[in-house]
């Protein structure tokens, strides 16, 4: 039985491998089910089985792409000698550049944003809160380990930090802004989550 599950899984996650790299190459609107089986030489049955329909596989590829952040909060959980501003900030800045370099995903992402924003607005609206509720939890982990500055909540904090990238991301993928992921949002983002940081008090010797 575990077999089976663990093949399943790896069924789903080359589905959306294909999926992603099909609907980046021709657009969501130009790639069937059909194609997105045959390409990985199964029936479009299998592929309905996982996902049901192809609004099912969007909103599974949306979902993917907030699965870093979701990991990390729970990495952070279970390992207490990972500081969550570095980890936060390393995270972010790779998913900032990959998306900077690679024309192929930024095709994909504006088509995900568009459908999602005009097809299903609910959808949209429980992706941000499970991303909020993931960056939330690394504040909050922050806060306990008394590294997060104390006139900052953790969901103040995280509310912040999301639309600030969500919002510059954004602009960016619409083409209404003239600055580059990497590094201009990849700056702002260190200054910021420099900010959150609480800063040690100096001691008699003016050491910190």
Do not use: C
């Not at 006139?151 to 995280?158: E, G, L, T, Y």
């Amino acid at each position: 039985m575990r077999r089976t599950k663990e093949e399943a899984e790896q069924t789903r996650r080359a589905i959306l491998a294909a999926a992603e790299r099909l609907f980046a190459q021709k657009g969501v609107n130009k790639v069937s089910l059909e194609q997105i089986a045959d390409s990985l030489g199964l029936t479009r049955g299998a592929v309905r089985w996982h996902f049901r329909d192809k609004r099912g596989l969007l909103f599974a590829l949306l979902d993917s792409e907030g699965l870093p952040l979701q990991e990390l909060a729970g990495h952070l959980e279970i390992d207490p000698k990972l500081d969550p501003f570095d980890e936060l900030v390393d995270i972010t800045t790779r998913l900032l550049r990959d998306l900077q370099s690679n024309p192929k995903r930024q095709r994909l992402m504006k088509q995900l944003v568009n459908f999602v924003d005009l097809e299903a607005p609910e959808q949209r609206r429980a992706f941000d809160r499970r991303i909020r509720t993931a960056i939330r939890t690394i504040f909050e982990l922050a806060a306990k380990r008394r590294i997060l500055a104390p006139h900052w909540r953790p969901d103040n904090a995280a509310l912040a930090f999301y639309a600030m990238i969500s919002g510059l991301i954004s602009e960016w993928l619409r083409g209404r802004a003239h600055f580059d992921l990497h590094p201009d949002v990849v700056d702002t983002l260190d200054t910021f989550v420099g900010s959150l940081r609480a800063r040690r008090r100096i001691g008699r010797t003016g050491r910190r």
